[in-house]
C-alpha cells in the first residue's frame, strides 16, 4: 500500500502538537515542514527525532524517504 502526504500529515499530527503541517510527495519520497511549540529550546536532531517517534514504525514500513523542516512558532513566523 503506498502511503499518502495526507496520511503522513495525520500520523504526525495525531501524536505531536503542531500549529502548522505540510506534507507533500510523490509516495515514495517526502518532504514536510512542521511547526510545533514543542520544538522550542531543541536542536534539529531532537526535533526530527520527535517527529520520527510520532511517525513510529510507519518511518521503516511506510515511508522511504521523509525530508524535514522543523521549526518552532517564532521561527515560521520571522521565515514566513
Same mark, same amino acid.
Given at each position: 500500500? #503506498?502511503? #499518502?502526504? $495526507? @496520511?503522513?500529515? $495525520?500520523?504526525? #499530527?495525531?501524536? *505531536?502538537?503542531?500549529? %502548522?503541517?505540510?506534507?507533500? /510527495? !510523490? /509516495?515514495? %519520497? =517526502? @518532504?514536510?515542514?512542521?511547526?510545533? $511549540?514543542? =520544538?522550542?529550546?531543541?536542536?534539529?536532531?531532537?526535533?526530527? @527525532? *520527535?517527529?520520527?517517534?510520532? &511517525? /513510529? !514504525?510507519?518511518?521503516?514500513?511506510?515511508? %522511504?524517504? &521523509?525530508?524535514?523542516?522543523? *521549526?518552532?512558532?517564532?521561527? =515560521?513566523? +520571522? +521565515? /514566513?
Amino acid at each position: 500500500m #503506498t502511503v #499518502t502526504p $495526507e @496520511q503522513i500529515r $495525520e500520523y504526525i #499530527t495525531s501524536h *505531536l502538537p503542531c500549529e %502548522h503541517c505540510e506534507v507533500e /510527495g !510523490d /509516495g515514495a %519520497h =517526502f @518532504q514536510a515542514v512542521i511547526v510545533s $511549540e514543542v =520544538f522550542v529550546g531543541k536542536r534539529s536532531i531532537a526535533r526530527h @527525532q *520527535l517527529v520520527y517517534a510520532a &511517525l /513510529g !514504525d510507519r518511518m521503516r514500513e511506510e515511508i %522511504h524517504a &521523509l525530508s524535514m523542516s522543523t *521549526l518552532t512558532p517564532e521561527e =515560521f513566523k +520571522n +521565515n /514566513g
